[in-house]
């Protein structure tokens, strides 16, 4: 998929780069990103938006993957930037992002984090709960600015990836609830305040979702309440934000459907109740983080030491583990790898990839197929491309992977690899 493939010397090739370069030139682990992959992924969204004929923004879910060079990246695709803490909006403000283009989400921004905001002058600020509308209210006074909001919902929705929950009353902590008379009573309480500009509403379902569903009953059970916001309270949104979520490939198990069938299947619904309610058709956003970088993201490893447990299995370990890819010990990710060195070689048997951390639980993949293998080869572990990197830690003190971009041919080092010195940078001696 992507630009990855097989190349002349029978290696991995990721953006037209030998990944046995890569790992020479740049250490092992590595993360290593397709960029034409994420190019055509963000396309992907944005055509099925313009085929739809409807005003539209495509954020990019910055939570996924946030560095420098990908805020750049996104910015030359012309997506918008969702960003949930002040490290994320510093990050696209130093990436010089257009600052009309972020959102700023989150349960519990702080008064710094919101002063920050405005002071970019960011696009808007999903206002998540009742104390951050206090928050802000004072500090837009405080100032007299004014300032764009969003308001996150909770439409009672819970997407368990292939069923859906209604709940009367869901238990999230996001979101003011859709169902109880929360969410009109904080509209009511934005709407009248001068520095406010209410823009719409926004919700988010749940992530790695594989059905049009949950989105189309989220978009229904919201559009039932505009309908009646608009009687009650003269209200209507110009924005409708239904989040992210969309699920993509890690392994067989999975069946994503393309971006455009989300989008189309969404514009379809929200255009029908629309219609049916005689309301004005609002500006739709969605948020996908881990479908614009998921698939476009390559782990290498080095292995090194094995173990063979007779009649059970066989371990391989390799220079990483949970430190750089914590999602299978905490959410039992799975995920596909080859060996980058012989893709093609005929698998022998199943091993299991351990990862270097003190603990049992690091293990990146259970029972792999793999051809022969054991200390130098190279383990490339696919769709690491989001919540890969953004979520790794020192665990163990064990340094940070370098992040390279390929595209045409050419590797561009966008994260360096952390050092020992980097490591203990801000401890400080006892005496
Ligand atoms: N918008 C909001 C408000 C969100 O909370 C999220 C993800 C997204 C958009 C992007 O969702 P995506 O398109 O990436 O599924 N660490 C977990 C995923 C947590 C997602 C949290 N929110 C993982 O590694 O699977």
Not at 33 to 59: P, S
Not at 192 to 197: I, K, R, S
Not at 326 to 338: C, F, N, S, T, W
Not at 381 to 409: D, L, Q
């Amino acid at each position: 998929y992507g630009t990855t493939g097989v190349n002349n010397n029978g290696h991995l090739e990721i953006g037209g780069v030998d990944s046995l370069e890569l790992a020479k030139n740049f250490g092992t682990p590595l993360y290593v990103y397709d960029v034409a992959l994420i190019r055509e992924r963000a396309r992907g969204f944005k055509q099925a938006f313009e085929e739809q004929q409807v005003r539209a923004q495509v954020a990019y879910a910055s939570k996924a993957f946030s560095t420098v060079a990908m805020v750049q990246l996104a910015e030359e695709e012309g997506l918008s930037l969702d960003v949930v803490s002040g490290g994320e909006l510093y990050t696209a403000i130093t990436a010089g992002f257009p600052a009309e283009r972020i959102h700023f989400h989150g349960n519990n921004k702080s008064r710094e984090e919101l002063e920050m905001a405005l002071e970019h002058q960011i696009g808007c600020i999903v206002i998540d709960n009742f104390h951050e509308i206090e928050l802000l209210k004072d500090i837009c006074s405080e100032k007299s600015t004014k300032v764009n909001i969003l308001l996150r919902v909770t439409p009672g929705i819970e997407a368990h990836t292939h069923d859906y929950i209604l709940t009367g009353q869901e238990d999230s902590k996001f979101g003011f609830d859709l169902q109880n008379g929360q969410a009109e009573e904080a509209l009511a309480e934005v709407l009248p305040y001068d520095y406010f500009n209410v823009l719409g509403l926004h919700c988010h379902i749940g992530s790695q979702i594989f059905e049009t569903t949950g989105f189309l009953l989220a978009a229904r059970k919201i559009v039932e309440k505009m309908t009646e916001w608009k009687q009650k309270l003269a209200f209507e949104a110009e924005v409708l934000n239904l989040g992210g979520g969309f699920g993509i490939r890690y392994t067989n198990e999975d069946e994503p459907i393309p971006p455009a069938q989300y989008v189309s299947a969404i514009i379809k619904e929200v255009k029908l109740l629309i219609d049916q309610n005689s309301l004005q058709m609002p500006e739709i956003w969605i948020e996908p983080g881990r479908s614009l970088v998921g698939d476009a993201g390559i782990t290498l490893y080095k292995i090194g030491s094995s173990k063979d447990v007779p009649e059970v299995r066989k371990y391989l370990a390799v220079d990483g583990g949970m430190s750089d890819n914590i999602r299978p010990a905490l959410y039992q990710a799975k995920y596909e790898a080859v060996l980058a060195n012989k893709p093609l070689a005929q698998t022998s048997d199943t091993v299991s990839i351990a990862g270097k951390c003190c603990e049992s639980g690091d293990m990146l993949i259970w029972d792999l197929p793999l051809p022969e293998a054991g200390k130098d080869d190279l383990l490339a572990v696919f769709c690491t491309g989001a919540y890969g990197y953004s979520m790794a830690n020192n665990y163990n003190r064990i340094p940070r992977p370098a992040v390279v971009f390929v595209e045409n041919g050419n590797a561009t080092l966008v994260v360096k690899r952390e050092s020992y010195e980097d490591l203990i940078k801000l401890d400080l001696p006892l005496k």
